[in-house]
């Protein structure tokens, strides 16, 4: 059963409950054996970091800064600010030192958390020129700092002035005195476009959208969550607090590279992902498919055939599966579909909420069809997550973003633009009075800049607004369709697409290299570099039939002409890419200028023939 309390005592109340109970699974920074904290403990040190915190000095609602990847610590860290009504500033751990400048100066922030040697190493170097900036306490008991540092100290030794609880009496004076109007975070958007504005969420905003999501999303005292996600990100930070309220335990898992290892270590029931993750384990199991016999091939083909007519024709309809088909069905589930999700680390999976971009329908058609439970949804940071989502056992259409949630006004806007309104919407941005002017129409609905529609009381999505490409023919492409189509093949890594002010529609492509360099040597296609083999006419032709194939239902003016294989993946470091790994293409335009104008400079013939056409870049 739900606890509906204040943040600023969630994690007590929880204690109260549930005691020795495990709440935290987690590793140590540069560990690699998992450890537990019971929700006892996960109270205790949260009561030590409110001690610790007013006895450095913060203060009611002011600015505390967290730059660190997911940890314990994080935890500790938040809710025990909560405990003293202070305000806490997510940091994305990739963050340049531009951005955490930018972001320390914005929200005066004067005590910093950080979390492995990377981020203290960042945050040393802009110390200086952040005037508000007084302390840095650091996560990572590894971290070397510098000699000459004298504001620093490790976490281990910060808790230490909150041992004890010296300053309790007035904790639980400041307890009493939280309320829903309090600022509870600031979360900068990492931006396509433009610098980074700060979002302002409030106490009142996260105990609506607790309560709301808390009748509708069935996890609970048994489930195992892997916290994967940023916990910087808005998604994965709801669904950690929901996931806590619950009562459910967490598993922290610190290093995104390592998450298949993690889940197969630690067996999670639940998971937020976005659809890059899953868009992973398809292409892996397709390509294990690909490597099979063709008897196997045969047999595992005819499964997933079996599992998509009785989860996707039938159940996503609410419609009863014939009773030879369920039997079809059971027969699988027990045996093929058990496999692939035990070498995921699901053998118990219960529902993996999926969002923060556009989830392809062979995507979603594939996780349904093993047998696990994707809930699609559609949220913003300005509406703390959730706008809608499927529900458990309701009937939903794959390609739709679910139903939207209870108390939440939804209307159309110019260019079916989805307003919003409701308790769960920002109030605004942090110290941004002309640009919240603009945020808001007159009657108080917050413009999302996404353009959709509702068809029998689902949401579908369109594209972002601002996104939507116009060729130089008149015809509006939507680029973020187009590239989650192609990214499910298990070839392309990543994909950007050009289209805007253009005569027709052409492509970057980051190749999965590893995949393509085994098809070079299967098919005896040399090369000496990297450049060579994206270069190499083969493998562009075959690259060609590939995305030809996952084109065939675009319209003509939709579908990539041309396209260039680049040898470079894109990158946070040269501004490409998003701490949440959007691409930025407004800086990729420019980047590859010459690589773009030279699938430009002669114009595809009228109907081409697909490998013909897609010229080498």
Request: charged share 30%; with cysteine; proline share 4%.
């Amino acid at each position: 059963m739900q606890t509906r309390c204040h943040l600023s005592v969630l994690i007590h109340e929880q204690a109260k409950k549930y005691d020795k109970r495990r709440a935290l699974t987690y590793r140590d920074f540069g560990g690699t054996k998992w450890k537990s904290a019971t929700w006892r403990d996960f109270s205790r040190k949260v009561r030590h970091v409110s001690n610790a915190m007013l006895n450095i000095g913060v203060k009611v609602q002011e600015n505390v800064g967290v730059f660190s990847q997911n940890c314990a610590e994080y935890l500790y860290t938040d809710f025990g600010a909560f405990g003293i009504r202070a305000v806490t500033v997510p940091f994305y751990a990739t963050s340049s030192e531009q951005q955490i400048q930018y972001m320390i100066d914005d929200a005066q922030i004067r005590v910093l958390f950080v979390g492995e040697q990377e981020q203290y190493d960042k945050a040393r170097r802009v110390f200086a020129h952040c005037h508000t900036l007084e302390r840095i306490i650091i996560y990572d008991r590894r971290v070397k700092t510098n000699q000459a540092d004298k504001s620093s100290i490790f976490f281990d030794e910060f808790m230490t002035l909150g041992e004890n609880s010296p300053r309790q009496s007035e904790v639980e004076k400041l307890y009493g005195e939280a309320n829903d109007d309090d600022l509870c975070n600031i979360l900068y958007t990492s931006g396509t476009t433009g610098e980074s504005k700060g979002v302002m969420l409030t106490y009142g905003q996260y105990r609506a959208a607790l309560d709301v999501n808390g009748r509708i999303i069935p996890v609970g005292e048994g489930d195992r969550v892997m916290d994967f996600l940023p916990m910087t990100h808005i998604f994965e930070r709801a669904w950690l607090f929901l996931s806590i309220s619950k009562g459910a335990e967490l598993i922290i898992n610190s290093n995104p590279k390592e998450i298949q290892q993690a889940m197969r270590e630690t067996r999670p029931t639940c998971m937020s992902a976005v659809p890059r993750f899953w868009e992973k384990v398809y292409a892996e199991v397709t390509d294990r498919i690909d490597r099979a016999t063709p008897t196997q091939q045969k047999l595992l083909r005819h499964a997933l055939a079996i599992g998509r007519k009785h989860n996707i024709e039938y159940l996503s309809r609410g419609k009863r599966p014939p009773l030879s088909l369920r039997m079809r069905y059971a027969l699988m589930h027990r045996t093929l579909f058990k496999i692939v999700r035990n070498e995921l680390g699901l053998d118990r999976p219960n529902i993996f909420p999926t969002a923060g971009a556009t989830v392809s329908p062979e995507i979603e058609e594939f996780v349904h069809s093993i047998g696990i439970n994707m809930i699609v949804g559609y949220g913003l940071t300005e509406s703390l997550a959730t706008v809608s989502c499927d529900l458990k056992g309701r009937p939903f259409t794959v390609g739709s973003v679910g139903r939207p949630i209870e108390g939440l006004d939804i209307k159309f806007g110019e260019d079916d633009e989805i307003m919003l309104k409701g308790p769960t919407i920002t109030k605004g941005y942090y110290k941004r009075e002309s640009l919240n002017k603009t945020a808001f129409d007159d009657e108080g609905y917050f413009h999302t800049g996404d353009s959709g529609y509702m068809k029998n009381g689902e949401l579908f999505l369109k594209d972002r607004i601002k996104d939507l490409f116009k060729t130089s023919n008149g015809k509006y492409i939507a680029p973020q369709m187009i590239e989650s189509k192609l990214l499910v093949d298990k070839y392309i890594d990543q994909i950007a697409v050009i289209a805007d002010q253009r005569k027709f529609v052409s492509a970057l492509i980051i190749p999965d290299y590893a995949l393509l360099e085994e098809y070079a040597a299967k098919h005896n296609i040399t090369y000496n570099s990297r450049e060579e083999l994206c270069g190499n006419a083969e493998i562009h032709e075959m690259m060609a039939e590939r995305i030809e194939t996952l084109q065939q239902q675009f319209a003509s003016y939709e579908k990539i002409k041309r396209f260039t294989l680049l040898p470079q993946h894109f990158t946070m470091e040269r501004g490409e890419l998003t701490n949440t790994l959007k691409i930025r293409r407004k800086v990729l335009a420019k980047n590859y200028a010459r690589e773009i104008e030279k699938m430009y400079e002669e114009e595809p013939d009228s109907h081409p023939d697909p490998a013909k056409d897609m010229e080498l870049g």
